[in-house]
C-alpha cells in the first residue's frame, strides 16, 4: 500500500512523459517497483520493469522514441529482490519501445558473457517492433577476430528490434470459457500463418499472408467445409532470421528460431504495430466458427546460436542461468538441440519463464494447447531425458494447464533423444512410427503384422498407465519433409533451392514415385499417384488416435520434391489454391474420410483395441480378418508375403471401462498393398447379411447403394483401401431414434 502510495504520488510530476515522443523528459528518478510479474505491466500510470539475472551486477532500462530508433532515456533498475531486477517508471504507457542494458562479468571461461553495450530484448516482452539488421556489433565478441573471448564495444542498439510496453485489454466476444474439442473427436490441421493465405484469392492483398488474413470470413468457411477440429499453427512467437539464409535471398520460413516467448511475430500482422491485437482478433474469429487453436511452440533453444552467435537477449542477461553448458567447460554450449545452445529448464526461473509463456497464451491470448518443438529437450535433467523432470511435475500439477492439449515431440539429437511413448499420462505425442510404417507398407516394404499395430494407435508404445488411444497423434505428412503429393511423386529429395547442394534433409523419405521422379504426362502413373494419395490419407483418418492432416494435403499441394522447404517463403511452401479445383476430386475424398470419422465414433475409440472377447461375451472389439473371411491366425502374422487383410470393429463392444455393450456401427476396413488385385471374402457378423459400402480409393467418387452379402467376395484392386459399415438393419437396430 506504501509503495502504490507513493507511485501514485510521483505519477503528476512525470505526467508529460505519456507524450514523450514529442517531448524528452529526463526521469532521474525510478520507483521501487515489484519483482513480480515479470516483464513490463503497465498498470494505467506507468509501468513496472521486472528481469531476471543471478549473476548481473546492474541492469539498465533503454528507452527510445516511437521509431524505436533514438535512445532518450537510460534508467538503472534500483531493486534486486531474489535475483529479479526491478523498478517502476511513471509515465510510460503501452507502445513504448525498450529493452535492457545488463552490467556484469565477461568471462566466457566461466559462462558470463555480459556486455551492456549490447542492447537486449526483454524476455517477457508482449511484443516487439522493427527487424533485426545483421551487423557486427550484435556479437559481444570482436566477431571479426572469431575469438569469442575477446570483448566488444560497439553499440548493438541500431540493429536490434525493440520490446514495447502492451496494454492487455481485449474485448473478447462469446464466452471465456469454451468447451474444448473432445481428444477423441480431434482432427488436427497443421499450417503456417503465412503460407495458408499468401495466395488465397478471396483473401484481400494487404492481408495475405497475415494473422487477420487466416481470419477471414472465406478461409474460416473453408476449414469448416474440411471439417477439421483444431488448428496448429507453426511457431508465431517472434523469431530471427539466418544470416547465412539472408545472404542466399532466403529466410527463416518455418520460424524454428525464437528469440521470444510471448509476442507474436509482427511480420504476420496486416497492422505492425497492433501484432498482438490482431493475433487475438485472429483467435477469436477462430473460436467463432468452432476451432480450437493450438500453437507450435519452440522452448529447446533460441536464436542465439553457440559461443561464436551473438548476443540478443538471454546470453547478454544470465548466459549461466539460461543455457545447459559444458560442465567442465562452461565457455561451450551443450547442443542437444542441432541449433547451437539448449535452454536450461532444470533452473527454476527458466521453467517458470516457459510456464508463465504457456500461461499467458491460455489466459490472455485464449490459446486451447501447445506442441512442444523437440519435447524432449523440456524433460531433460543433468542425467539425460526423465519423464519426472521438474518441468512435467509443473505441467502435471497446472490447474490451468490441465485444460489444454499439450503434445509432444518427443525425439531430440542428444543422447538418448528418442523417446515415443515415453512422456507421462496427460500428454499426447508425435509417433513417427506410424508415418514411416504406413508409407513402407504402401510401397511395399512392409507386411501386415506391424501395420495392425499403427491401425490401434500404437498401443504396444502408447497403452499404459492409464493413457487414451488419443495420446498417440497419427501423421504420414508434416511441415518437416515431403507433401503427401511428394510422397508418391519422388523417390529422392530435390532440396536444390535451398543453396546447400541438396545436402539438407533427411534422405530417409520412405516415398515411392510410382514410376516415374516428378511430374508426368503418363496418365497410368498419375492414377496411381491419385490412389495411393488416397490410400495414405484413408489410413490416417481411419486409425485409431488423434490424426492430424498437413495443410494442402487434401488437394495434392507439392514443394516440388523439396523435403526441407524451412527457409522457402515463397510459391515452393505457400499452398497453392489453384489446385483445390483441378484436384477437387481428393479433395471431395479427404472430406468424406472426416465426416466419417466424425459420424462413426467407433472410429475414434477411447478405449485401446485388444482383440480379446469382453467379459461374460464373446465380442471381440477388433477382429482381424484373412483374405478367405475368416479370422487371421499365428501363421498368417508370421507371412511376410501377406500384404491384404481386413480389421473388423464390432460396434457391440463396450466403449468405457464400465463394460457395458456397445450399440455403435460396425465396420471393416479392407486393405491391400499388394501389387495384385485380391478377392477378399466378406465376414458374417452378428445382426446382420450384407455389407454397404462407403468408399474405395479405387473410385475417385463415393459409391452410392452399394451393398453385398455376407460371404460375397469383393474384389480389392491393386494397391487400395475400402470401408464398409453392417448393413441397414443393423444400424437401424442400434442407432437410437
Not at 517492433?129 to 575477446?150: C, H, I, K, V
Not at 499452398?575 to 466419417?596: C, G, H, M, P
Not at 475417385?700 to 441397414?728: C, N
Amino acid at each position: 500500500g506504501v509503495l502504490q502510495s507513493q507511485q501514485e504520488t510521483d505519477v503528476s510530476h512525470y505526467a508529460s512523459c505519456k507524450n514523450f515522443g514529442e517531448e524528452y523528459i529526463m526521469m532521474t528518478e525510478v520507483l521501487e517497483g515489484r519483482p513480480t510479474p515479470r516483464g513490463a505491466t503497465w498498470d494505467g500510470q506507468g509501468t513496472n520493469f521486472s528481469l531476471f539475472s543471478a549473476h548481473a551486477t546492474k541492469v539498465e532500462l533503454c528507452l527510445f522514441d516511437p521509431t524505436g530508433e533514438k535512445e532518450f532515456e537510460r534508467l538503472s533498475l534500483p531493486e534486486y529482490t531474489d535475483q529479479i531486477w526491478h523498478g517502476y517508471v511513471p509515465g510510460v504507457h503501452p507502445g513504448t519501445p525498450y529493452g535492457y542494458r545488463v552490467h556484469g562479468p565477461y568471462e566466457p571461461e566461466a559462462g558470463h558473457r555480459f556486455n551492456p553495450n549490447k542492447l537486449l530484448l526483454d524476455p517477457y516482452a508482449y511484443a516487439h517492433m522493427g527487424e533485426l539488421q545483421w551487423n557486427p556489433a550484435l556479437f559481444g565478441y570482436q566477431m571479426e577476430s572469431g575469438d569469442d573471448r575477446t570483448f566488444d564495444e560497439r553499440d548493438s542498439a541500431p540493429f536490434m528490434p525493440k520490446c514495447t510496453v502492451v496494454d492487455q485489454n481485449f474485448d473478447w466476444s462469446g464466452p471465456r470459457d469454451r468447451k474444448a474439442v473432445p481428444w477423441d473427436d480431434t482432427v488436427i490441421y497443421e499450417m503456417h500463418v503465412r503460407g495458408f493465405t499468401k495466395l488465397h484469392p478471396a483473401v484481400p492483398p494487404a492481408l495475405q499472408g497475415t494473422y487477420e488474413g487466416l481470419a477471414t470470413k472465406d478461409v474460416l468457411a473453408y476449414l469448416q467445409s474440411l471439417g477439421v477440429t483444431s488448428i496448429e499453427l507453426l511457431p508465431i512467437h517472434t523469431f530471427v532470421n539466418d544470416s547465412h539464409l539472408l545472404d542466399k535471398g532466403l529466410t527463416n520460413y518455418w520460424g524454428y528460431n525464437s528469440i521470444g516467448f510471448f509476442a507474436p511475430d509482427p511480420r504476420y500482422a496486416a497492422n505492425r504495430p497492433e501484432s498482438v491485437r490482431e493475433c487475438k482478433e485472429m483467435i477469436a474469429r477462430l473460436h467463432d466458427a468452432g476451432f480450437e487453436v493450438i500453437l507450435d511452440v519452440v522452448y529447446n533453444h533460441t536464436a542465439e546460436g553457440n559461443e561464436l552467435g551473438p548476443t540478443l537477449s538471454f546470453k547478454g542477461i544470465d548466459n549461466a542461468s539460461y543455457y545447459r553448458l559444458q560442465p567442465d567447460q562452461p565457455r561451450y554450449y551443450i547442443n542437444d538441440t542441432g541449433t547451437g545452445n539448449t535452454l536450461n529448464l532444470s533452473q527454476p526461473r527458466v521453467i517458470q519463464l516457459v510456464t508463465d509463456s504457456l500461461r499467458y497464451a491460455v489466459q490472455q491470448m485464449h490459446v486451447d494447447g501447445f506442441r512442444f518443438d523437440l519435447g524432449t529437450i523440456l524433460a531433460r535433467e543433468p542425467n539425460g531425458f526423465d519423464n519426472r523432470s521438474g518441468f512435467l511435475k509443473v505441467c502435471s500439477q497446472d490447474p490451468l494447464l490441465a485444460t489444454v492439449k499439450l503434445i509432444a515431440e518427443p525425439w531430440d539429437c542428444g543422447p538418448g533423444g528418442y523417446q515415443v511413448g515415453g512422456f507421462p499420462p496427460g500428454w499426447a505425442e508425435w509417433n513417427d512410427k506410424f508415418r514411416d510404417d504406413v508409407r513402407d507398407f504402401w510401397r511395399g516394404e512392409l507386411a501386415a503384422t506391424t501395420l495392425a499395430d499403427r491401425l490401434c494407435a500404437s498401443a504396444s508404445v502408447f497403452n499404459h498407465q492409464g493413457r487414451r488411444p488419443w495420446s498417440c497423434v497419427n501423421f504420414v505428412t508434416a511441415h518437416d519433409g515431403f507433401t503427401l503429393h511428394d510422397v508418391v511423386s519422388f523417390n529422392d529429395k530435390h532440396n536444390e533451392a535451398n543453396g546447400e547442394d541438396n545436402q539438407d534433409g533427411s534422405s530417409n523419405n520412405r516415398s515411392w514415385n510410382c514410376g516415374a521422379e516428378g511430374p508426368t504426362e503418363d496418365a497410368g502413373i498419375n492414377a496411381l499417384r491419385d490412389r495411393q494419395m488416397r490410400n495414405l490419407m484413408g489410413t490416417l483418418l481411419l486409425s485409431q488416435g488423434t490424426p492430424m492432416v498437413l495443410a494442402g494435403d487434401e488437394f495434392g499441394r507439392t514443394q516440388r520434391g523439396n523435403n526441407n522447404a524451412y527457409c522457402q517463403d515463397n510459391e515452393i511452401s505457400w499452398v497453392d489454391w489453384t489446385l483445390l479445383e483441378t484436384r477437387s476430386s481428393l479433395f471431395q475424398f479427404v472430406k468424406q474420410l472426416i465426416a466419417f470419422r466424425h459420424q462413426y465414433p467407433i472410429l475414434r475409440r477411447n478405449l485401446f483395441l485388444t482383440g480379446q472377447p469382453a467379459e461374460d461375451s464373446d465380442v471381440r472389439d477388433v477382429t482381424w480378418i484373412n483374405a478367405n473371411g475368416g479370422p487371421m491366425e499365428d501363421h498368417h502374422w508370421s507371412d511376410t508375403t501377406i500384404h491384404c487383410f481386413g480389421m473388423l470393429l464390432d460396434g457391440r463392444a463396450p466403449t468405457t471401462g464400465r463394460r457395458q455393450p456397445g450399440n455403435a456401427v460396425t465396420v471393416l476396413v479392407l486393405i491391400n498393398g499388394h501389387h495384385a488385385p485380391v478377392e477378399f471374402t466378406l465376414p458374417p457378423c452378428v445382426g446382420a447379411s450384407e455389407w454397404s459400402l462407403l468408399l474405395d480409393t479405387n473410385l475417385p467418387d463415393r459409391p452410392q447403394d452399394h451393398t453385398f452379402t455376407v460371404g460375397t467376395q469383393y474384389l480389392i484392386t491393386d494397391r487400395s483401401l475400402v470401408l464398409l459399415v453392417l448393413g441397414a438393419k443393423q444400424v437401424a437396430e442400434v442407432i437410437p431414434a
